[in-house]
């Protein structure tokens, strides 16, 4: 049913961002914090898009709009036998521990000109999982995937950004931005695991999730477009 619904929010979020007057995107680190930065002691990695309803200026210096991103907060590869009937063929077995999240976006800039700062709003929710892949060693195409525990958390939080002019006049694009910006993000309570949180004995697996709050300090580096 989670899956369900994040599909449909991601969807949902796309397709406002195709119709978006600015769309956006970056490449971002996250750093888990409070809680969770005592869970999970290493920084994440990911991507993030975002598009508004329409460009603000002088005139409405405020504009609405809808953010998705994903984050890698763990990962592990291990090469394991295919199975205990077939130990001479070895495997790929990677695990990893993932963010994905959605959120209303509400973004003041007030300012025009070829240096743009602006202020970020979010609310929205995060499905955090744990998934593992199975690969072939010599062709690395994956012929099996599971999802090994999954749960949901709400958020809020905010921002900072500038925006620094790259070009203008590229065709449908008015504006070309380069966008840096910082966002906080406090997330409620959630079950998740770790890398140390999953044991695999006498062919057996057993999982021992954690369970805090999930707020997190992300740092980003991108582009936006102005429409």
């Not at 994440?44 to 994903?70: D, K, S, V």
């Not at 009937?85 to 070895?90: F, G």
Request: proline share 4%.
């Amino acid at each position: 049913m989670k899956k369900y619904l994040l599909l449909a929010a991601v969807l949902f979020c796309l397709t406002a961002v195709v119709q978006a007057q600015t769309i956006g995107g970056s490449i971002m680190i996250g750093s888990p914090q409070g809680e969770f930065r005592t869970n999970v002691d290493r920084l994440g990695y990911g991507l993030q898009l975002h598009g508004t309803f329409w460009t603000p200026n002088e005139e409405r210096p405020f504009t609405i709009g809808l953010n998705i991103g994903y984050m890698i907060y763990g990962e592990m590869t291990e090469h394991r036998p295919l199975s205990e009937y077939i130990p001479d063929v070895n495997v790929e077995v990677s695990r990893t521990n993932s963010l994905a999240n959605f959120h209303f976006l509400m973004q003041v800039s007030p300012f025009n000109g070829t240096l743009k700062p602006y202020i970020d709003g979010l609310f929205g929710g995060a499905y955090i999982f744990t998934s593992t892949n199975v690969k072939s060693e010599s062709t690395q195409e994956s012929f099996a995937e599971s999802t090994n525990w999954d749960d949901f958390t709400w958020s809020y939080g905010g921002g900072v950004g500038l925006l620094i002019q790259l070009a203008e006049d590229l065709g449908d694009v008015k504006n070309l931005y380069l966008d840096l910006k910082a966002r906080y993000v406090y997330g409620s309570e959630a079950s998740y695991l770790t890398e140390n949180d999953v044991e695999v004995s006498n062919g057996k697996v057993y999982y021992y999730p954690r369970k805090s709050k999930t707020d997190l300090l992300t740092f980003h580096i991108g582009v936006t477009a102005y429409f």
